[in-house]
């Protein structure tokens, strides 16, 4: 069942959800850059702010319906799209869609790495043109922007495996070595961060997917991912069922929109393993059904459960390359790890959305304290925490950040004690006054929201999301233990 409050999803696929004219790009988030032919639109008719900044929403409800998703532009035409490929659809799944435009440059970098110019040679003519011919016949990855890439990297460019590193990765080798994993000790010693060899293990195992004893582990792994492909055979034919049309295509129209930039997530084998996750998570618990932003929660589980198998350069990793039973298993472990994260938040996504209302107020009330400047600003003028906040909650600021960055801070989320539902909070708290600065020198309604709407994170490593966690850290041992010293 799809979840009626399609009305808060303004905030969870938009960018710039003020007006429905208004098409901002959004830089330190995973959406891709608008196409320039909308650029020049928008400098041409300017959007009139006014009339939302005099016209303050009364309620929840109210501000969800004033505002409109800037992803519906196209709604109308996927519909279409998504009824005639239906029609004509040979196999379950996914239909394939367009493949992303390869973009090559004439100074031969590719994905941040530059080959060797043909050009140190004096070349004639006919050399030139059979070496352009033979580049012509080669394949040619995408450029990956800064904002897409995986990898771990801090934002000063230094290499993440350090002698630190290697000292913490022989600790986790040797606490996943042990007949009987000591979980206190291993979340311990994830909060600052899981070595990227270790951290698919780690993950399951904080997650709750995995038991500590080690003997057991290939039995439960074996039925787990039996029992979810059992469910594929149970639920997934009745995609088309009337009860679960809107469902599937919601879901259907949603995939496309995930890590856009990333070609990993474009590819049609990647989408119809998202569709299978996200339907099957989504009869199984009718209680919120599919809501738009859970597709973002898919993909950390995913590229962590990958990375298994990929040394580098995920972003272009083929997965119809691996064999079909690492692929399952893939998609399995990523369906139950999501789950077992959605357990623990899933009052975010029933009717009303009342986790994550209980969150924005307690995101406002704590800011309140900790930082009279900042809310006094926002109140004055007029700045709703709504107006940015929901999207912090509903997506965990998977939006707000780089996907390398989301899993760092999932590491510490899966070692603290309820880190995606309470601790969150502090995070959020910590991520808005990083931006103190730029928030008090925008002097108006509309230049505060679309900061807060594109915060430039776009250059963000290990290195700020270390600090924003130390931080919030911070804030939670000062309040968490307090609570008279943030409310009211």
């Known amino acids: 069942m799809v979840n009626e409050l399609y009305l808060y999803n303004a905030f969870i696929e938009n960018d710039a959800f003020l007006v429905s004219s208004s098409i901002q790009p959004v830089y330190g988030a995973q959406h891709p850059p608008l196409d320039p032919r909308l650029r020049f639109a928008k400098e041409a008719a300017k959007p009139n702010f006014s009339n939302l900044k005099s016209k303050k929403p009364s309620s929840f409800h109210e501000f969800a319906r004033s505002t409109n998703d800037a992803w519906d532009i196209d709604d109308d035409e996927e519909d279409e799209d998504f009824l005639a490929a239906h029609q004509t659809s040979l196999t379950p799944g996914l239909h394939p869609s367009p493949p992303l435009q390869q973009v090559t440059e004439e100074c031969g970098e590719f994905n941040g790495r530059v080959g060797k110019s043909s050009s140190d040679a004096h070349l004639g003519d006919s050399s030139v043109r059979s070496t352009l011919q033979k580049q012509k016949s080669l394949p040619m990855r995408p450029i990956i922007p800064l904002i897409a890439r995986i990898s771990d990297q801090n934002a000063s460019g230094a290499p993440p495996m350090t002698v630190r590193e290697k000292s913490r990765q022989d600790k986790f080798r040797q606490l996943l070595a042990s007949p009987n994993t000591d979980l206190e000790e291993l979340r311990k010693s994830s909060w600052s961060g899981i070595p990227r060899e270790v951290r698919p293990i780690t993950w399951r195992l904080l997650s709750g997917y995995l038991p500590a004893n080690m003997e057991r582990r290939d039995l439960v792994l074996k039925r787990k991912r039996d029992e979810y492909f059992g469910f594929i055979e149970q639920y997934y034919h009745s995609r088309t069922d009337e009860h679960f049309k809107d469902t599937y295509r919601q879901i259907h129209i949603d995939i496309p929109r995930t890590n856009p930039l990333i070609p990993l997530f474009q590819q049609p084998t990647v989408q119809e393993v998202f569709e299978r996750i996200l339907f099957i998570w989504a009869i199984r618990h009718p209680a919120s059904g599919y809501v738009q932003g859970i597709n973002d929660l898919v993909t950390p589980f995913f590229v962590v459960f990958l990375s298994e198998f990929v ?112 601790f969150h909070l502090y995070v959020c708290a910590a991520f808005l006054i990083e931006w103190r600065k730029e928030i008090l020198s925008m002097v108006d309604f509309q230049g505060l929201l679309m900061l807060l ?36």
């Open 453 to 488: 709407q594109n915060l430039p994170t776009i250059h963000w490593g290990n290195e700020e999301v270390g600090l924003l966690l130390a931080e919030a850290y911070r804030l939670k041992y000062m309040f968490a233990d307090a609570p008279n010293h943030y409310k009211r």
């Open 311 to 422: 040394e580098e350069d995920v972003e272009n990793f083929e997965m119809a390359g691996l064999p079909l039973e690492t692929q399952r298993n893939i998609e399995a472990d990523s369906f139950w790890c999501m789950s077992k994260l959605l357990d623990g938040i899933q009052d975010n996504y029933t009717f009303a959305q009342p986790g994550i209302q209980n969150k924005v107020k307690d995101l406002e009330e704590l800011v309140s304290r900790i930082d009279m400047d900042i809310h006094g600003h926002l109140k004055r003028y007029e700045v709703e925490y709504l107006q940015f906040a929901f999207r912090w909650m509903n997506n965990l600021l998977m939006r707000e950040l780089p996907l390398r960055c989301t899993i760092r801070v999932w590491d510490t989320y899966q070692a603290e004690a309820e880190g995606f539902s309470n």
